[in-house]
């Protein structure tokens, strides 16, 4: 479920707008249609897939920002696309450790910390059969880093300590959005996106499959 934002969510939300609105500069200013933006919340969930960790599936808020610059076309449009999605989040787990050489285990609790970070840069195809709506789709590659701590939160046996372990990898996405706006330049956007990526920990868990859905909503500009 998605949760309510707090104050950290919100201060998030905005560093994402004024980081990645200005990229508007970066594309050739002679461009006759003009850019889209957009700035959003969600969910992420990905499979625990980790038989020593306990609590399911991992769910994971999202916070990003995005632009998008037509090419040509009419109602149906085509352009690039290039933006960020990361997320953060802290959850408390359980797994079973090792009591010592006389056997047996312990189930032991550890407050686990992740942060992701990907880029991804594509293309995509929109349909704006009016103003105030549009519909649009996208894929393309993207790259990915990630760090995972799994802190112990009570007194356990000495061979187990804190974790971390930090992995970079790349994969692909497609993705898919609708655009509300209210006027010519402010509306409301919602999306999902399937992405299929690997990352490295060379160190701990060697190869992770990041795959699932993300869902999404936010802020939408024209700019």
Same mark, same amino acid.
């Given at each position: 479920m998605?949760?309510?934002?707090?104050i950290k969510q919100y201060i998030i939300l905005i560093i994402c707008a004024t980081f990645f609105l200005p990229?508007?500069?970066?594309?050739?200013?002679e461009a006759i249609e003009p850019l889209t933006?957009?700035?959003?919340? @969600?969910?992420m969930k990905i499979a625990n897939d980790d038989p020593d960790l306990q609590g399911g599936d991992y769910y994971f808020s999202? *916070? @990003?920002?995005d632009v998008q610059k037509p090419l040509g076309g009419g109602s149906f449009k085509?352009?690039?696309?290039?933006?960020? *999605?990361?997320?953060?989040?802290?959850?408390?787990r359980r797994f079973s450790a090792s009591s010592g050489s006389g056997g047996g285990s312990v189930a032991v609790a550890v407050d686990v910390n992740s942060f992701m970070f990907d880029y991804f840069f594509g293309g995509y195809l929109g349909f704006e059969p009016a103003k105030w709506l549009r519909l649009n789709v996208g894929a393309g590659p993207?790259?990915?880093?990630a760090s995972r701590e799994t802190k112990p939160e009570a007194s356990i046996p000495e061979d187990i300590s804190t974790?971390?372990?930090s992995g970079f990898g790349a994969g692909l996405y497609a993705r898919a959005g609708i655009d509300i706006f209210f006027t010519e330049q402010f509306g409301i956007n919602a999306g999902a996106r399937i992405n299929e990526t690997t990352l490295s920990f060379k160190d701990t868990a060697g190869e992770v499959d990041i795959e699932g859905?993300?869902?999404?909503?936010?802020l939408a500009f024209r700019f």
């Open positions: 998605i949760t309510h934002l707090n990229v508007s500069k970066v594309f050739p200013q933006g957009h700035v959003f919340y @969600g969910e999202i *916070f @990003g920002a085509y352009g690039i696309e290039t933006g960020a *999605f990361f997320s953060m989040d802290s959850d408390v993207l790259l990915i880093w974790n971390y372990e859905l993300q869902y999404y909503f936010g």
